[in-house]
């Protein structure tokens, strides 16, 4: 009788750890040395300049990987990024190979391709989902900072089972890339 009561609660554990969802948060703030915090505001940033292709973080992703996340082609290979604007709800954006070179302009609109929030320029990433199983998503948040080099915060945010067992997780993180403007 002892033994089968140890195993009922042993199996009430189990579901009642399984039927709690966990919340796990990486989210940090930006490096202290760099002076990034942007007014908060509705609108945004302007962003316009050209920016040097490499990032100035350890981790070390192209500029051009916000601008073209789901690409294979070597956005090592970007040495310049140039944005104008956002003005009058569009941002231009010329991806440059050498110092003439555009290989690619791009435009995006404000409300489909891009949203300001608390004065951040908001590009989405990819999105996954598959009904009542998982759904991620990632964005790349971009702001000027004050010595005007271009800070990215790119978010990532996971909501699903975690790996190997079945206990539903909400995971969210972020990472910081500083660029500094491009030298003539």
């Not at 050209?50 to 973080?57: E, I, K, L, N």
Request: hydrophobic share 40%; net charge neutral; proline share 8%.
């Amino acid at each position: 009788m002892n033994a089968t009561r140890r195993v009922v609660a042993a199996a009430i554990a189990v579901l009642a750890l399984c039927c709690e969802s966990c919340v796990f948060s990486g989210r940090r703030d930006a490096p202290k040395d760099w002076r990034t915090v942007p007014t908060p505001t509705r609108e945004c940033p302007d962003l316009t300049g050209d920016y040097a292709g490499d990032d100035q973080s350890r981790s070390a992703v192209p500029l051009a990987k916000w601008i073209l996340p789901k690409t294979a082609n070597p956005l090592e290979r970007m040495k310049r990024v140039s944005f104008a604007g956002p003005a009058n709800g569009t941002l231009t954006v010329r991806l440059i190979e050498a110092p003439s070179a555009d290989v690619l302009i791009r435009e995006f609109k404000e409300g489909t391709t891009y949203r300001c929030d608390g004065g951040w320029l908001v590009l989405p990433g990819e999105r996954a989902l598959m009904p009542l199983i998982f759904y991620g998503a990632s964005d790349a948040r971009l702001a000027r900072t004050m010595d005007g080099n271009l800070a990215v915060e790119a978010t990532q945010v996971y909501i699903g089972p975690a790996p190997y067992i079945l206990i539903p997780i909400v995971e969210s993180s972020s990472t910081w890339h500083l660029y500094l403007p491009a030298e003539d």
